[in-house]
């Protein structure tokens, strides 16, 4: 009962300390929201930009076309094959006389000519549609592919794909050393002007200590004032996220400029922007007032 009586005095006394001195915690919440904001715009972009690599990387497909002379058994030997290939994550056969009505059903041009076309005169070839578990083996696999009989060629876009996946990972690593940056430097800024606003408070601290106050009273008011400064400074940050990103989305329809790039759905993905924004102020809140008085109660 002791415990929580001290525990809860020390939250009541944090509270007052945090309105006696507005227009230092203000400083403090004004630093904290400030540089949050930076943090979570650069985790929204990261997070985006990831995924848009990964949307691309899942749908890069190997197109194995088959000989014209291929036989139904043939076809169903190469099917076997693939499926007890490693690394494959899914694939489709299409006959060439599927692939016909597919586009004639595209182009009034492309059914006046391939109308009349009879199985056995369709130049088309029949096509499997491959795609890998992991993009890094996707040369690997289609070589693997190309020596099955009657497989003719594989193609998907090779040269090029080995390029985008290496910018991918440089875009990768880039925009994840940026966060980790960002979020080094909001602690350092953070945790600079909570020291400012205590040492302000110098004699305050010194009045606790000439009478009797053990360090431990002394520090864990002023821990838990950094906790609620980390706490209201996290409160802008996430609702302007919250808000701002689902105007966004909705806006855009979810995607930006075309299709292709496709944002990430608002939830789940808000609520762990929330919880790094939320953690991140208190932590450093709290890291940052522990510092500030450790320093003081060492003069």
Not at 83 to 97: A, P
Not at 103 to 116: A, G, L, P, R, T
Request: aromatic share 10%.
């Amino acid at each position: 009962m002791k415990f929580f009586r001290i525990f809860s005095r020390n939250i009541r006394d944090a509270a007052l300390s945090v309105i006696r001195n507005f227009s230092l915690s203000l400083a403090s919440v004004s630093s904290i929201t400030i540089t949050l904001l930076v943090v979570s715009i650069s985790l929204i972009l990261s997070y985006n930009v990831d995924n848009f690599a990964t949307l691309v990387e899942r749908d890069v497909t190997i197109v194995a076309f088959l000989e014209t002379t291929a036989t139904r058994e043939e076809v169903i030997e190469v099917e076997n094959a693939i499926k007890n290939m490693d690394g494959i994550d899914s694939f489709v056969f299409q006959s060439k006389m599927a692939i016909t009505e597919e586009m004639m059903e595209s182009s009034e041009v492309f059914q006046n000519i391939m109308k009349n076309w009879s199985e056995d005169e369709n130049p088309l070839q029949d096509t499997f549609l491959i795609k890998v578990d992991n993009i890094d083996e996707i040369g690997f696999i289609a070589a693997r592919i190309l020596e099955l009989e009657p497989v003719d060629s594989t193609k998907y876009g090779e040269g090029m794909i080995e390029q985008l996946v290496s910018l991918f990972d440089v875009v990768r690593k880039v925009s994840v050393g940026i966060v980790l940056a960002l979020i080094v430097v909001t602690a350092f800024l953070i945790s600079n002007t909570i020291k400012i606003a205590i040492f302000s408070r110098k004699r305050e601290i010194e009045i606790m200590r000439l009478v009797g106050a053990s360090n431990i009273n002394i520090k864990v008011p002023f821990i838990i004032e950094g906790l609620f400064l980390g706490f209201i400074g996290s409160i802008i940050p996430v609702g302007a996220t919250i808000y701002a990103y689902n105007r966004i989305y909705e806006n855009f329809d979810g995607q930006l400029f075309s299709p292709f790039i496709r944002l990430v759905e608002p939830f789940p993905f808000l609520y762990g922007v929330t919880i790094i924004l939320i953690g991140l102020g208190i932590i450093v809140g709290m890291f940052g007032s522990w510092r500030a008085v450790r320093k003081h109660l060492k003069i």
